[in-house]
């Protein structure tokens, strides 16, 4: 279980103030825990947090689009990795440019 690398992530990429962040949930054997739920409270502006379920625990799933999902571009990280928000909106400026 990752929940310790959630309680840090989310937090950390939710103060970037990115449009969405979209956690893709693999534990099917259990729900979101209100605790990790509960870090929505943190985003600010109209940044929303929205946790992706699947039917199935397989690493690839975050490579799925969710139905509705529209969107230019996504940045997808492993839980456990965090770069500088600076970083990130360095590398989404530089993606646009091209």
Do not use: M
Not at 32 to 58: C, H, K, M, Y
Request: glycine residues 4%; aromatic residues 12%.
């Amino acid at each position: 279980r990752r929940d310790a690398c959630l309680h840090e992530a989310i937090p950390h990429w939710l103060s970037c103030s990115p449009w969405q962040l979209r956690v893709a949930w693999n534990d099917v054997s259990r729900p979101v825990p209100g605790e990790i739920s509960e870090l929505a409270s943190l985003a600010q502006g109209n940044t929303t947090l929205v946790f992706d379920r699947w039917e199935t625990a397989n690493l690839t799933n975050r490579f799925l689009l969710p139905d509705g999902l529209a969107t230019d571009a996504i940045f997808s990280i492993d839980d456990d990795l965090v770069f500088s928000c600076e970083d990130l909106w360095a590398a989404f400026s530089v993606w646009r440019r091209r």
